[in-house]
């Protein structure tokens, strides 16, 4: 049974509210049940090796900005894009096939101490800049094996900009701007 109510999430905290629903990064997805007594395997994004350490809680969205806090027992490190998870309450492989599948989500805050500083995923909320415009905010990263795609909205329309040797041409991690050059014509795709 999944407990829902709030507790402390991160390390010795004594903030006992849950982050606003906008404060939440998915940082992967429960791939599959591990063995007979409840383990999942996670793929995660966060571009290290991380075993998750201290980290008391994760949560799984049941619906549209409706997180449910699933509580750790324990991690253990499969490889460096996945990791072992046993999951409080969850005690045969049954119960943790139904998890299966879903895309785990962290408060923010957690995030920040469990992303290598490289990993694509923290180009999160960076503006996109081509020949000095501003293109929009990154809204998803999605991870490629030759480039990383970035979901951004351009006039309310949705746009996925390509991120690889070709279309970058620099990363400004202080003013949180990545800047492109795009294909001709790609943005007309969108518009």
């Not at 409840?38 to 799984?60: P, R």
Request: charged share 25%; aromatic share 8%.
């Amino acid at each position: 049974m999944t407990k829902v109510y709030p507790i402390p999430l991160l390390l010795s905290s004594t903030n006992y509210h849950l982050p606003p629903m906008t404060d939440y990064i998915k940082i992967g997805k429960l791939v599959s049940a591990f063995g007979l007594t409840g383990e999942l395997v996670l793929k995660h994004s966060l571009g290290k090796k991380t075993s998750l350490k201290g980290l008391q809680a994760f949560f799984v969205e049941e619906r549209k900005s409706a997180f449910i806090p699933y509580f750790l027992e324990s991690t253990r490190i499969k490889n460096e894009e996945e990791l072992y998870l046993k999951i409080q309450d969850i005690n045969s492989r049954e119960a943790a096939l139904k998890l299966a599948q879903k895309e785990v989500w962290l408060p923010e805050i957690a995030f920040k101490k469990f992303a290598a500083k490289s990993a694509p995923i923290n180009l999160l909320g960076y503006t996109i800049v081509e020949e000095q415009k501003s293109l929009g905010a990154v809204l998803e990263v999605i991870e490629q094996p030759h480039q990383v795609l970035c979901r951004i909205e351009i006039a309310s329309k949705e746009a996925f900009i390509p991120i690889n040797e070709s279309t970058l041409l620099r990363i400004d991690h202080k003013g949180r701007k990545v800047f492109v050059a795009l294909p001709e014509g790609l943005l007309e795709i969108y518009m």
